[in-house]
Structures are given as structure tokens and as C-alpha cells.
């Protein structure tokens, strides 16, 4: 299940601007990458250091520089002190909490959104937050770990299929958006068989595990619609932004995925009504066994309740019962007892109470 609320590390009172990181704290090395390509080459290099892509500043190339990890917080602090991005900037980098936005500092650009994908081995929904810098040539992607949905962006550029060799850093950025809301619609797949299983669970046997796995859906579908309908705001932003780092052929691509966001939201939307049905559809059946086992124990009472009468009559204690002495009294009332339960299960099944 997703963790929805981050601890901050900060303390209370520290100045705006002061970097830190509230993520899962690791030891391993931050693995950085270095696409850089022209119109008619490209070229993909493994970094040691963050300081070997500032080498390629003035070249006129787009470079793409994607960081998977951000608990070394100096590799940050370089980038910030080498293209003089704000520190506020930053802060919003290493805050994984923060909610998709965009911020124009006129001479960059940060976008930050959220990347969801599906975990096969835990069998649950991964979301991770991306940031986006547009800054001169370069592109600068922040990852919290290793593994994206970018690898047809990456195919792409490295074998020269498309255009997007011929356009310039803000049209990568487009790509790389475009690349993380596709995968929405393939999360929405998942959530869609997920909800066709438990919808099938649902008619043959509504179990306990059955509302279980309907409240972890629609929690999960609550905390996807909190990290994608914000991002209808901040493409539309894009597309209306007067940045002259956006250029205008590249808006109109923006404008497609802000079409495609829509259709997200709008799938979710039908999504979540689903989940409120097969929760109601599960009290419904719940309520319904009920009633089908209160009908058959009231049915049992009502044929008790004459026996019981006779047997109340029989079982006093007076001294002259006339009955008693007749050698057919026995049989006698087992046939008329008999005959009241057959008369009143007749009676059930033309009322179609049985």
C-alpha cells in the first residue's frame, strides 16, 4: 500500500531554500546518465561524475542528463551552483512530497509530476516523483530510484526514429511528459483487471477479503487521482506559460497531452464510480444472505408456533383430559401436527416465501 504522508526531516523554522532530502535514506552510488545528441549523431555515456556534463556547456547539442537517486544531496547542490538555479528550486527537487507544478524562473523551467508504474513482484502500485529542468541545452530529470518509463524516449534519440533529434531541449521535455502519462493509461489496464476480478469474486461469493481488496483499490485510486489531477494544471501552464524556452510548435504537442491527461482523469473518474457500486453491490448481497437466513428461521418459527401451542395444551398437568384415555390420541396428534406443517409449506411455496 502506497505511504501517502512523507516524514519531513526538516525542522520547524529553518530559512527557505535549506536542502534536504525526506526520502528512503540509501548508500549506494547515484547512477548518472548522459544523453547527448544533434541532428545527425547521438551519443550515450555513463558519468562518474555530475561535473563531466558541465564540460559540454556552449556545444550546440541537447544534453539529457537523468540522475536515479537523490539522497546525495551535493550532486544537487552542484548542479544548482553550475546553471545558478534558485535554492528554493532545489528544495522542491529533493522534497518527494511536493505536488505536480511548474515554475517558470524565466531563464528555466521546473516541472514536477508524479511517475507511476506496477510493481510484478509485489503486486502493487509504484509512484515515484520525476523533476524536470529545462535549462539552456540541457535537460536535467531527477529520479528517487533506478528504472523509468523512458526508455522508448531513449530509443528513440539513440537510433533516430521521429523528429526528436530535430527539435530542441523543450520538445524532450514534452517527450519525457508524454512518456510518463502514456503509462497512466497502462496503470488504468491493471486497475481495470483488478476491478473485473473482484467485480467476478463479488457475484459468486461476497467474502470479508473481497471488501478488503475493494477499499485497498479505491484507496489507491484516491491517492492516483490526487497525483494526476494536478497535472492537468501544470501542462495547461506549459502551453500558456510566455517562456521563450517553450517555443511554439512544441505547445501544440503539450496541448495533445493535455488531451490525453483528460481522458486519464476521465477514466479514473469512471473508475472510482465502479469501486462505489461494487462496494454497494457488496453491502447489498451481504444484507440479502441476511435476509435469506432470517426467512428461513422465521419460516421454522411460524411452523413451531402451533405445535408448540398443542404442545403447551397437552403438556398441563389437569387431571381430566379427555383425549388421554382414547387408544388413538398418540397417532392422532402426530397426524394433525403433520398436517400443519404440510398446510403451512404449502401455504410458503404459494406465496413463493420458499
Not at 550546440?60 to 537523490?70: A, F, H, M, Q, R
Not at 381430566?320 to 398446510?343: D, Q
Request: proline share 3%; charged share 30%.
Amino acid at each position: 500500500m502506497t505511504r501517502y504522508v512523507r516524514k519531513s526531516t526538516k525542522r520547524a523554522g529553518e530559512s527557505p531554500g535549506t536542502l534536504f532530502y525526506n526520502g528512503e535514506h540509501k548508500t549506494e552510488k547515484i547512477k548518472l546518465t548522459l544523453i547527448e545528441y544533434g541532428k545527425d549523431f547521438s551519443e550515450k555515456k555513463e558519468l562518474k561524475k555530475i561535473e563531466e556534463c558541465f564540460d559540454r556547456k556552449g556545444k550546440d547539442t541537447i544534453k539529457w542528463v537523468n540522475i536515479e537517486g537523490l539522497h546525495d544531496i551535493s550532486i544537487i547542490e552542484k548542479i544548482g551552483k553550475e546553471f545558478k538555479l534558485h535554492p528554493l528550486m532545489l528544495e522542491d527537487i529533493l522534497n518527494i512530497s511536493q505536488r505536480p507544478k511548474m515554475d517558470d524562473y524565466e531563464d528555466y523551467i521546473l516541472i514536477v509530476l508524479k511517475m507511476i508504474y506496477y510493481n510484478y513482484k509485489k503486486k502493487e502500485i509504484v509512484t515515484e516523483q520525476v523533476s524536470l529542468v529545462l535549462v539552456e541545452q540541457y535537460v536535467f530529470s531527477f529520479q528517487e530510484f533506478e528504472g523509468d518509463v523512458f526508455d522508448e524516449v531513449r530509443q528513440r534519440i539513440l537510433t533516430g526514429k521521429g523528429n526528436i533529434r530535430k527539435q530542441g531541449p523543450d520538445y524532450l521535455v514534452y517527450a519525457l511528459i508524454d512518456a510518463i502519462v502514456d503509462s497512466y493509461f497502462f496503470i488504468l489496464e491493471q486497475i481495470g483487471d483488478c476491478s473485473e476480478d473482484i467485480e467476478q469474486q463479488l457475484m459468486e461469493e461476497p467474502k470479508k477479503e473481497v471488501l478488503q481488496a475493494i477499499y485497498n483499490l479505491k484507496r489507491e485510486m484516491i491517492y492516483l487521482n490526487s497525483s494526476i489531477w494536478p497535472l492537468r494544471e501544470v501542462v495547461g501552464n506549459l502551453t500558456r506559460t510566455d517562456s521563450v524556452i517553450i517555443k511554439e510548435s512544441t505547445r501544440l504537442y503539450l496541448r495533445d497531452v493535455y488531451d490525453h491527461i483528460l481522458q486519464v482523469v476521465d477514466i479514473m473518474q469512471s473508475y472510482r464510480d465502479i469501486m462505489t457500486g461494487m462496494l454497494d453491490t457488496y453491502l447489498s448481497s451481504i444484507s440479502n444472505k441476511t435476509n435469506d437466513v432470517m426467512k428461513i428461521l422465521t419460516i421454522f418459527s411460524s411452523m413451531f408456533i402451533p405445535l408448540t401451542f398443542l404442545a403447551g395444551i397437552y403438556g398441563m398437568n389437569f387431571r381430566y383430559f379427555p383425549e388421554l384415555e382414547l387408544p388413538w390420541a398418540y397417532p392422532a396428534f402426530w397426524i394433525v401436527t403433520l398436517a400443519i406443517i404440510a398446510l403451512m409449506l404449502g401455504y410458503f411455496r404459494r406465496k413463493k416465501w420458499l
